[in-house]
């Protein structure tokens, strides 16, 4: 069982980025890259170093710290149940792609799942640029109409008794899964509890675990 809510991309605004745009983008990019890299000007291995950053760094470390922040202080998580965009804000995330946010929550019962069946609608201000995965189209519709299975192809073997919803992403609302506390964590403080919480714990792809190894 999951919530789908085609509808929701008929919002999608004027201007936001959809695959087809993508390979007239990526092909710009592409050149603009070629002609500065010909010139000296610079050097792609920095900009790879750069996206990697962002892709796995910078973002996710965002969303993490929000996550850490719900564990552990129940005010801030009660509000960002209510009103995730200025809860977030609150820790100074905010910006392009991450306008309006809400948090879904993981329970006993439930595990949240995101993704974005029209295109790549991400909340780039708490998990930086979106993984290749999350904007392919295998990702796009499996995980609307297999979740259980997009979710074993990621290793997260959910029991058939948990509900599994998903949430599709729009242009005006992106979402950011807060995951259980693994067990175990009671003595931890937020720094290394944020440590615990990966990119694809907060898409809903993984859940965190007491340690990584
Ligand atoms: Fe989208």
Known sequence: MHDHDHDDHHRHAQGHDHDNHYSDMQARVKALETLLTE????????IDAIVETYETKVGPRNGAHVVAK???????????KRDAT?????????????????????TADTHNLIVCTLCSCYP???LGLPPVWYKAPAYRSRAVIDPRGVLAEFGLMLPEEKKIRVWDSTAELRYLVIPERPAGTEGMGETALA?????????????????RF
């Not at 719900?70 to 960002?80: C, G």
Request: no cysteine; proline share 5%; hydrophobic share 50%.
């Open 86 to 106: 200025a809860a977030i804000a609150s820790l100074g995330y905010t910006g392009r792609q991450g306008e309006h946010m809400r948090a879904v929550f993981n």
């Open 195 to 211: 440590s615990l919480v990966s990119r694809d714990a907060m898409i809903g792809t993984a859940v965190p675990a007491a340690r």
């Open 39 to 46: 010139k000296g000007l610079i050097d792609p291995a920095a």
């Open 70 to 80: 719900a564990w552990s202080d129940p005010e801030f998580a009660d509000w960002l």
């Open 124 to 126: 780039w201000s708490v």
